[in-house]
């Protein structure tokens, strides 16, 4: 698995801890109302241990954005 990623409306960087499959599957079982709020979903995916959430590792820049910078 990949080194870690970035919430990309949260800028919180995390480590998978299982495959995405799982991490889907997980998400799509939670309720609409965990479902409706990425924190939600981080809080609830960390707190089961699917996510290692990285503490003080953030980032606002993503790929999608840098063509804009320039």
């Known amino acids: 698995m990949p080194e870690g990623y970035f919430l990309k409306f949260g800028g919180v960087?995390?480590?998978n801890n299982v495959?995405?499959?799982?991490i889907?599957?997980?998400?799509?079982e939670l309720p609409e109302e965990k479902r409706a709020s990425l924190?939600?979903?981080?809080?609830?995916l960390s707190d089961h241990g699917l996510i290692?959430?990285?503490?003080?590792?953030?980032?606002?820049?993503?790929?999608?954005t840098i063509t804009f910078l320039q």
């Open 13 to 15: 960087r995390f480590v």
């Open 19 to 22: 495959p995405p499959e799982k």
């Open 24 to 28: 889907n599957q997980f998400v799509m």
């Open 39 to 44: 924190y939600s979903v981080a809080k609830e």
């Open 52 to 64: 290692s959430i990285q503490e003080g590792q953030f980032s606002s820049i993503d790929e999608e």
